[in-house]
């Protein structure tokens, strides 16, 4: 198995990390940070809104049981793609949605991503296409939060379910067990 890698950012990181552990074919997924301007930014520096960074998750996974596609599809079926520059209470450009492509395929897979999101959706997709560009990894406490110190997290408990419960209701094969 090669290992393929996907950068998606579509609202805290927190929220888009607990979705993507749980699909079937995802060997990795970090939070970080991308899209900026500032060298090695802090989670105070991209929260500030001042560094042009997404808060973003790079998914490893093996394109044999999951495609980049049906990445992008689970992506904007458990976040609002219509929101500029927030999700929900989340507000600014660090809760952007956007795809940051590493290739060339990617890039044509996300174009068709977000017609297919278009289709489903009334008000414009905002989502945009970026530029692929440094990754930072963010600081540790914030790895694979949900399954941690998440699960006692009042903002994470209001907004992850709801999306876990929709990546089951519509993707259940990429979650059921193998």
Request: proline share 4%; with cysteine; aromatic share 10%.
């Amino acid at each position: 198995m090669a290992t393929e890698y996907a950068i998606i950012a579509g609202g805290c990181f927190w929220c888009t990390e607990a979705v993507f552990k749980q699909i079937h074919g995802v060997v990795s997924v970090e939070s970080g940070y991308i899209g900026g301007h500032t060298e090695n930014p802090t989670y105070k520096q991209v929260c500030g809104g001042d560094t042009g960074h997404a808060e973003a998750i790079r998914i490893g996974f093996d394109p044999e049981k999951v495609s980049f596609g049906d990445l992008l599809d689970i992506s904007f079926a458990t976040h609002d793609p219509t929101q500029l520059n927030r999700q929900g209470n989340d507000i600014g450009t660090q809760y952007r949605s956007a795809i940051f492509p590493v290739s060339e395929e990617q890039l044509e897979e996300a174009k068709m991503a977000i017609a297919r999101a278009q289709s489903e959706h009334n008000d414009a997709i905002v989502t945009t296409i970026e530029a692929h560009s440094t990754w930072y990894p963010a600081e540790d406490y914030h790895q694979d939060y949900w399954a941690g110190e998440g699960q006692g997290n009042r903002y994470c408990l209001a907004v992850i379910p709801p999306k876990l419960q929709k990546l089951h209701k519509r993707f259940a094969a990429y979650t059921a067990p193998e």
